[in-house]
C-alpha cells in the first residue's frame, strides 16, 4: 500500500511523525522514534523568552548595574527550568540529524519580531532540515485590533523566510478573527505549511489558596473536530504543506485528518501514554484501513472530504449547525 506524501517539500514514506515534545530530549528515544517509523522527527521550542533571558544576563554579566528589565524577567520562568539552553538547543539538532535518517524539524515559539528570530539561521546552521515557528500568543489587550495581531505575525513570517532556505511550517491556534482569511495572508507570504493547532495550555485557579495553577492536561481525539473543519476548509485553497497536531489518538483519528486534508499528522499525547510502538501501529493499521477500502494510496484519499468543492462552505456549515442541535435525543 502507497502511504507517501509530500509535506514541506519532503516526500515521505507516510503522514504519522511525533510532533514536538519533550521526547527530543533523549537520542535514545529519538532512535526508537526513527525505529518505529516516524516520518521526521520534529523538537520543541526554543522560546524568545528563554533566548532573551539568556541575552540578557550576559548582559548583565558584563554590566552587573544594568538591571532595566528586572519587573519583565520576573514574569518569566528561571533559566534551569528550560531542558535545554540555547547552545545546548542547537547542540542537540547536531547530534538528532547524526543519529537519524529521516528530516529534522526544528521550533522556534514567541509573540512578536526581533532579535530573537535570527536563531532561525543558527538553527538551520547547525542542520535543521525544517523550521517550525510556533505562534503561541494570546491576544489580550483589548486596545490591539485583530489587524495588529495579524500583522505583527505575517512580519515574522516573512522575517524568518528572508532568513533561512529551508522550509517553514506556521504553527498557528484558532484564535483569529477570521481564520481563513488570515490563513491566506499567511499563505501568501510564503511559508511551506501550516500546522493546525496548538494546543494552549488552559489554567484553572486554587480556591484556597488563591493561585493559579499549572497542570498538563494530554491531549483526547475529542479535541480532533476543530481541527478537522479547518483543515477541510483550508485544503484546496492554499499552497501550503497542511499538519494537524492535537487530538490524534487513533487510526480513525488518522484517517479524518487525512481526508480533512492534512498531509502530515503529529502525535504527541499518544506517544507520551503508550510509548513508540503508536506510530508501527498507527501505520500498520493505516494500510490495512486503506486496503479493506479499496483506496490504492493516501494521496488518493488526502483531501477527500475538504470544502474546496462546496460552493458555500459556511451555509454547509450553518446546515451541519442546525441538524446538530435538532439530533439530541434525551
Same mark, same amino acid.
Given at each position: /500500500?502507497?502511504?507517501?506524501?509530500?509535506?514541506?517539500?519532503?516526500?515521505?514514506?507516510?503522514?504519522?511523525?511525533?510532533?514536538?515534545?519533550?521526547?527530543?530530549?533523549?537520542?535514545? /528515544?529519538?532512535?526508537?522514534?526513527?525505529?518505529?517509523?516516524?516520518?521526521?522527527?520534529?523538537?520543541?521550542?526554543? !522560546?524568545?523568552?528563554?533566548?532573551?533571558?539568556?541575552?540578557?544576563?550576559? $548582559?548583565?554579566?558584563? &554590566?552587573?548595574?544594568?538591571?532595566?528589565?528586572?519587573?519583565?524577567?520576573?514574569? =518569566?520562568?528561571?533559566?534551569?527550568?528550560?531542558?535545554?539552553?540555547?547552545?545546548?538547543?542547537?547542540?542537540?539538532?547536531?547530534?538528532?540529524?547524526?543519529?537519524?535518517? $529521516?528530516?529534522?524539524?526544528?521550533?522556534?515559539?514567541?509573540?512578536?519580531?526581533?532579535?530573537?528570530?535570527?536563531?532561525?539561521?543558527?538553527?538551520?546552521?547547525?542542520?535543521? &532540515?525544517?523550521?517550525?515557528?510556533?505562534?503561541?500568543?494570546?491576544?489580550? &489587550?483589548?486596545?490591539?485590533?485583530?489587524?495588529?495581531?495579524?500583522?505583527?505575525?505575517?512580519? /515574522?513570517?516573512?522575517?524568518?523566510?528572508?532568513?533561512?532556505?529551508?522550509?517553514?511550517?506556521?504553527?498557528? =491556534?484558532? !484564535?483569529?478573527?477570521?481564520?481563513?482569511?488570515?490563513?491566506?495572508?499567511?499563505?501568501?507570504?510564503?511559508?511551506?505549511?501550516?500546522?493546525?493547532?496548538?494546543?494552549?495550555?488552559?489554567? =484553572?485557579?486554587?480556591?484556597?489558596?488563591?493561585?493559579?495553577?499549572?497542570?498538563?492536561?494530554?491531549?483526547?481525539? #475529542?479535541?480532533?473536530?476543530?481541527?478537522?473543519?479547518?483543515?477541510?476548509?483550508?485544503?484546496?485553497?492554499?499552497?501550503?504543506?497542511?499538519?494537524?497536531?492535537?487530538?490524534?489518538?487513533?487510526?480513525?483519528? $488518522?484517517?479524518?485528518?487525512?481526508?480533512?486534508?492534512?498531509?502530515?499528522?503529529?502525535?504527541?499525547?499518544?506517544?507520551?501514554?503508550?510509548?513508540?510502538? $503508536?506510530?508501527?501501529?498507527?501505520?500498520?493499521?493505516?494500510?490495512?484501513?486503506?486496503?479493506?477500502?479499496?483506496?490504492? =494510496?493516501?494521496?488518493? /484519499?488526502?483531501? #477527500?472530504?475538504?470544502?474546496?468543492?462546496?460552493?458555500?462552505?459556511?451555509?454547509?456549515?450553518?446546515?451541519?449547525?442546525?441538524?446538530?442541535?435538532?439530533?439530541?435525543?434525551?
Amino acid at each position: /500500500m502507497d502511504l507517501s506524501t509530500t509535506y514541506l517539500g519532503f516526500e515521505l514514506p507516510h503522514p504519522l511523525m511525533p510532533g514536538a515534545s519533550p521526547l527530543v530530549d533523549d537520542l535514545d /528515544m529519538v532512535r526508537r522514534l526513527e525505529d518505529a517509523g516516524a516520518a521526521a522527527i520534529v523538537m520543541h521550542s526554543l !522560546f524568545e523568552e528563554q533566548i532573551e533571558m539568556e541575552s540578557m544576563a550576559t $548582559v548583565a554579566h558584563t &554590566d552587573p548595574h544594568l538591571d532595566s528589565f528586572g519587573e519583565a524577567l520576573s514574569y =518569566s520562568p528561571p533559566r534551569e527550568a528550560f531542558e535545554l539552553g540555547t547552545d545546548a538547543y542547537l547542540e542537540q539538532i547536531r547530534r538528532i540529524k547524526e543519529a537519524v535518517r $529521516v528530516p529534522v524539524i526544528a521550533s522556534l515559539n514567541g509573540t512578536s519580531p526581533g532579535g530573537w528570530l535570527r536563531y532561525a539561521q543558527f538553527m538551520e546552521q547547525a542542520g535543521a &532540515d525544517a523550521l517550525e515557528l510556533n505562534v503561541y500568543t494570546l491576544a489580550t &489587550d483589548p486596545e490591539e485590533d485583530s489587524l495588529t495581531v495579524e500583522t505583527r505575525t505575517l512580519e /515574522m513570517v516573512r522575517a524568518v523566510n528572508r532568513a533561512i532556505r529551508i522550509p517553514v511550517a506556521i504553527k498557528l =491556534s484558532p !484564535f483569529y478573527a477570521s481564520f481563513a482569511h488570515f490563513a491566506r495572508r499567511l499563505d501568501m507570504a510564503g511559508p511551506a505549511g501550516l500546522i493546525l493547532f496548538n494546543r494552549f495550555y488552559q489554567p =484553572s485557579i486554587d480556591i484556597e489558596e488563591l493561585e493559579v495553577r499549572r497542570e498538563l492536561q494530554l491531549s483526547s481525539s #475529542s479535541e480532533l473536530p476543530l481541527r478537522l473543519r479547518w483543515l477541510a476548509i483550508l485544503s484546496g485553497r492554499i499552497n501550503a504543506s497542511l499538519a494537524v497536531t492535537g487530538g490524534v489518538h487513533t487510526v480513525h483519528d $488518522v484517517i479524518q485528518s487525512v481526508m480533512a486534508g492534512a498531509h502530515a499528522v503529529q502525535i504527541v499525547s499518544a506517544l507520551l501514554r503508550n510509548g513508540p510502538a $503508536v506510530l508501527a501501529q498507527l501505520r500498520e493499521e493505516l494500510s490495512r484501513w486503506l486496503e479493506e477500502h479499496a483506496y490504492e =494510496s493516501v494521496r488518493q /484519499m488526502q483531501g #477527500s472530504m475538504n470544502l474546496f468543492a462546496c460552493p458555500d462552505p459556511q451555509a454547509y456549515e450553518r446546515a451541519n449547525y442546525m441538524l446538530m442541535l435538532q439530533s439530541w435525543k434525551q
